[in-house]
């Protein structure tokens, strides 16, 4: 690719050399004839540069840490080698911070992040040129030697945080013309939001429920029962159940395998559904939204209550209490974003194929909910059987 001063420099040389024929003027023509043996020189040089950098050049792309909060300082670190046998001088790498991408990928993976669009620049030699422009030179690598590039993360905001594959370039001496001569690898971090535990002064009411699978859902997760000590009835033997449960009388009487089942102990739950409809949210509400969640299921975590999330657009997760079921809600907390549930299962189960909310909570005529959403979603977000039942918290 050409640079600016490439640019400007066969600019410059064409026209000397159309004055200096036109007028008669050699001098002109004498410097357009030095200008092209530069541009002559400068290309040849690149080319070498290039090809001994590609055979050289090695990219590590290190990420201390895979989670962050929002506003905590984070770095990745760039480790760029030279394994050859030559030195390495001229070489620049693509400015980050047009590489980051921040993405809302769903309690599911969806699709990888896409590539941030380069900027709107009709002539692809200006575009080229444009990204030299703001590249960053590299130190001069002796041979079997590397350095570190620190690459600060932008963690301002919450999500996915991609940085994309960052080019690196080799030039001629003079700066006239660059090639690409290495890729550096893409990288994630998630960066989760922090729950403000001042807005949440108690717990809203929440029921004691049996831990056993209850009525599935539409897009409900099936969820297993957990045994306690009460015996409840006998029933025959599935593949997976533990031997030490089998009823050797029935087996004796039968010659059939029958099994124990307990009941399950009780626990506490509370179910939050988030509203991620964007009909239902303007422009500052959704974050804070997703930072009351965040308020209400670290409370109740905190207070050895699990906590069920259910998004409107049909996704489900249950996180245990604990320090771990925190950091489980933080991460799926940072993984939301503005959603509509899948055209094909909104009209399945709603009849509607847009503005419409797709629950997945499991027995939620018997647990406490609390739905959060916004003036603009409250009246549609739920449906007729839930609406009695669910705590509703309203953001703006």
């Given at each position: ?6 640019i400007l ?33 400068g ?9 001994t950098?590609?055979?050289s050049?090695?990219?590590?792309l ?14 990745m ?9 030559h030195r390495?001088v001229?070489t620049?790498?693509e ?30 030699i ?6 030299l422009?703001w ?6 690598l ?5 350095t ?22 080799s030039?001629?001496?003079?700066r006239l013309?660059a090639?690409?001569c ?6 994630h ?21 049996s ?5 599935a859902?539409p ?15 006998l ?19 039968t ?13 506490a ?6 509203d ?25 975590l ?44 909104a ?9 419409s909310?797709l629950?997945?909570?499991?027995g ?8 959060i ?11 007729e ?12």
């Amino acid at each position: 690719m050409v640079s600016f001063r490439g640019i400007l420099l066969c600019t410059g040389a064409g026209v000397l050399a159309v004055v200096g024929l036109a007028f008669g003027v050699e001098e002109f023509v004498m410097l357009a004839i030095a200008f092209a043996v530069l541009l002559v020189l400068g290309a040849v040089a690149v080319v070498w540069r290039a090809r001994t950098a590609r055979r050289s050049l090695r990219l590590e792309l290190r990420v201390p840490a895979m989670e962050v909060n929002v506003g905590q300082p984070a770095v990745m670190e760039l480790h760029v080698t030279n394994a050859g046998r030559h030195r390495l001088v001229s070489t620049r790498i693509e400015a980050p911070g047009r590489h980051w991408t921040v993405t809302y990928p769903g309690l599911g993976a969806r699709h990888a992040p896409a590539a941030p669009s380069p900027p709107s620049v009709t002539n692809p030699i200006v575009a080229l040129a444009h990204t030299l422009a703001w590249s960053v030179p590299l130190a001069e690598l002796p041979r079997r030697s590397s350095t570190a590039v620190r690459i600060p993360v932008p963690t301002a905001v919450r999500g996915v945080v991609t940085l994309h594959p960052l080019g690196v370039w080799s030039e001629d001496p003079f700066r006239l013309f660059a090639l690409r001569c290495a890729v550096a690898p893409s990288a994630h971090m998630i960066v989760c939001p922090v729950p403000d535990l001042a807005q949440v002064v108690r717990l809203p009411g929440h029921r004691v429920i049996s831990g056993r699978p209850t009525e599935a859902r539409p897009g409900a997760a099936p969820s297993a029962s957990v045994a306690g000590d009460d015996l409840s009835s006998l029933r025959p033997y599935v593949p997976g159940d533990h031997l030490n449960r089998l009823h050797w009388p029935a087996l004796a009487r039968t010659g059939e395998l029958v099994v124990r089942d307990f009941t399950a102990p009780e626990a506490a739950r509370l179910a939050l559904l988030v509203d991620l409809r964007p009909s239902a949210h303007g422009a500052s509400s959704f974050e804070a939204a997703i930072a009351r969640v965040a308020a209400l299921g670290t409370r109740a975590l905190t207070d050895g209550v699990a906590v069920e999330l259910c998004t409107s657009a049909g996704e489900r997760l249950e996180i245990p209490s604990g320090t771990v079921g925190r950091q489980a809600l933080m991460r799926a907390l940072a993984l939301l974003g503005p959603t509509n549930p899948p055209t094909s299962a909104a009209l399945r189960w709603t009849g509607r194929t847009s503005g419409s909310a797709l629950w997945a909570a499991a027995g939620v005529g018997e647990e406490g909910m609390v739905l959060i959403t916004t003036d603009a979603g409250a009246s549609t977000a739920l449906p007729e059987v839930l609406q009695r039942r669910a705590s509703v918290e309203v953001v703006r």
